[in-house]
């Protein structure tokens, strides 16, 4: 946690890498990572998040992130 990552694609199609923090590319910051789960709602209990973003790599490899905008 506390990576951040800048969106390549789109909010409908969101392609994440990860980037400096202090890059002015940087859009996002990482507060919470659940594994194992699908369930974006785990992202409830994490304050200020703003927007969830699933990982699914198949049923044993699922990742919830829960993103937090970058500080500037």
Known sequence: MGDCLHNKGTNSAPDL????????????????????????????????TEVSYIQSGGDDHNVVLCLGAVSK
């Open 17 to 48: 890498a990860k980037v400096d923090c202090s890059s002015a590319d940087a859009e996002f910051k990482i507060l919470g990572k659940f594994k194992d789960t699908s369930d974006d709602s785990k992202c409830d209990t994490v304050a200020k």
